[in-house]
Structure formats: C-alpha cells, structure tokens
Nanobody, 122 residues
Framework: VQLQASGGGLVQAGGSLVLSCVAS????????MGWFRQAPGKEREFVAA????????YYADSVKGRFTISRDNAKNTVYLQMNSLKPEDTAVYYC????????????????WGQGTQVTVSS
C-alpha cells in the first residue's frame, strides 16, 4: 500500500488549498479514507473521513463548514478542499486507509501517507 499526499504549502489566513492523496497497491474503491493532521508538539488529530462509495462524509468540529473531503475512485484519489484557512490549521496533513471502528481514532488506520505540510500565516 502506498499513499502519496500533495498540495500543501504556505497560504495567508482566509486562503484556500486543495490536498490530494493518490493511492496504490490495494483496491482503493473498497475502503473508506481519512485525513488527519499533526501540529508541532501535538497529537495527530482527525480532520475528515469519507466512505468507500462517498455515501457519507465526516468532519471534525474544528473544520466543519470550511473543509470538504471527496474522492474519485476512477483516479484512486482522495481530496481535501480547505477554505477559510486559519493559522491554527497549520500542521502536517496525512491521508490514511480506514479499516473499521471509529473514524476519529488513528489506530483504525493501518496505512498512512508521508504527509504534506500546510502553513497558514496570519
């Protein structure tokens, strides 16, 4: 399993970014996917998750209404559209494969990408 995340960068507060995560080495369309983030000195935290068929999407309260998770099963890719970015969104963002349990628990994601840095300046 390989997950390649990209799209991070430096953006001013109020700006937008789109993260992408391309998956390979497994049947992408069969698995729910999630995005997490980790800021310096903090634990990895749940951001969003999407079911295998895009039937349901889940968000952390801190990003609800600003971020949108989506997927394209034909391209083996999951996306995270981030709008109205705030300095507190600064973190390394990771995509991961979900295999069961609670979406917000990183222990339920056995496969992770390498992460992409998002920095929001004030």
């Amino acid at each position: 399993v390989q997950l390649q995340a990209s799209g991070g960068g430096l953006v001013q507060a109020g700006g937008s970014l789109v993260l992408s995560c391309v998956a390979s080495g497994y049947t992408f369309r069969n698995y729910d996917m999630g995005w997490f983030r980790q800021a310096p000195g903090k634990e990895r935290e749940f951001v969003a998750a999407i079911t295998w068929n895009d039937g349901n999407r889940y968000y952390a309260d801190s990003v609800k209404g600003r971020f949108t998770i989506s997927r394209d099963n034909a391209k083996n890719t999951v996306y995270l559209q981030m709008n109205s970015l705030k300095p507190e969104d600064t973190a390394v963002y990771y995509c991961a494969v979900f295999t069961g349990g609670r979406y917000y628990d990183p222990g339920n994601y056995p496969h992770w990408g390498q992460g992409t840095q998002v920095t929001v300046s004030s």
